[in-house]
């Protein structure tokens, strides 16, 4: 093997000698520098090469450096977008806010005697027996259970049925247990309204006693007949259908609630009046 390698060897030695006689033998006819033009001819692609990547770096850190750009203008713009989704969010809350007021206004204005303490809603309940909200007044601020809550427009939203110092549970006329004597605005045919326990209809309110002979139109409007506890005129709802009662002696009529429970911010609760 020693042997082998140490012939290689002298092969390559005696090959390198003839070529390297033979270039220097050319250059000296032709005064043609062969080796430069081999190194220059070796050099060439490898500087072009150099030449590519220097190229591709530099496109790649302009990439890099519009990329990170890019990035910090996307997040500038996010914020730009909060900020601009969190100020229509407070205009529209000022706005319904300044709704509201305008209609208290026209409330307390025909209404002088109405003494109201204004409450916001902050949680809802609802199962197969009742439907309640918690509003944030109570007995520190004079809410006292069996107050009637309404909304700024005068619409019933519900009874008070439970005060701590700081808050209320409020039963609203969803709820089947609580029942308000009514009126039939058009017709001034008095009944019951009460939750509607239907099954599917759970939206509804109920108005039951009518009288057999009562004309009852879609959009009629009912409001409270007056008690102790519900001024009359407060309104209820708008009819919406109607039919007899299990009995066929007498009808019911279904409504619409006048105040949207479900998507109240804010109720008025009715601490005093003059029931007359």
Known sequence: MRHLFSNRVRAVLVIALVLAIGLTALSALTGFRLPDKIVQGVLTPIRAGVSKLTDQAEQLYSYMFRYESLLAENESLREKIAQMEDDARLADSVSRENDRLRALLELTTSHEDYKLTDAYVIAWGSNDWSRTLTINRGTNAGVQVGMCAITANGEVVGLVT???TNYALVRT???????????????????MVQGNYAEGREDLLRMNYLPSSAVIRNNDQVVTSGSTVYPRGLILGYVVDAGFDDTGVAKFALLQPAANIETLEQVFILTDYNAG
């Open 162 to 164: 439970q005060a701590g």
């Open 173 to 191: 006329v969803l709820d089947p247990s609580l029942g308000i004597s009514a009126t039939m605005a058009s017709t001034g045919h008095n009944g």
